[in-house]
């Protein structure tokens, strides 16, 4: 079975960085796909990067484009979510979820928005809270 670990969350203060790691085991196949979510209260989850293993794609949303960066070690089947010049905006609990058998970032037709509905596999959520 597919199991997500998410950790590295915490309280940091604006202009603060974090890393979050995502690290998966039971992957069964050569190629995976491995994206980072939030969720802010009230609201629905948001896509924030996607990674693949093979060639290697990625994918950062607009929102924090030039901010965070996401990165893949293979060898540990471990997906990284680096955070930089955090705002508060950025609050939220931060999801990680894999496409076990595909090396693909899907999108939303149309838009620029990673699809939730190509990830079946969550991990628990880890809390990121930014102060002013």
């Known amino acids: 079975e597919v199991q997500l670990q998410a950790s590295g969350g915490g309280l940091v203060q604006a202009g603060g960085s974090l890393r979050l790691s995502c690290e998966a085991t039971g992957l069964t196949f050569p190629d995976y796909t491995i994206a980072w979510f939030r969720q802010a209260p009230g609201k629905g989850r948001e896509g924030v990067s996607c990674i693949t293993n093979y060639p290697g794609s990625l994918y950062i949303a607009n929102a924090v484009k030039g901010r965070f960066t996401a990165s893949v070690d293979d060898a540990k089947k471990t997906v990284y979510l680096e955070m930089k010049d955090l705002e508060p905006e950025d609050t939220a609990i931060y999801y990680c979820?894999?496409?076990?058998?595909?090396?693909?970032?899907?999108?939303?037709?149309?838009?620029?928005?990673?699809?939730?509905?190509?990830?079946?596999?969550w991990g628990q959520g880890t809390q990121v809270t930014v102060s002013s």
């Open positions: 979820a894999v496409d076990a058998r595909w090396a693909f970032c899907t999108m939303v037709d149309d838009t620029d928005e990673l699809d939730i509905r190509a990830f079946d596999r």
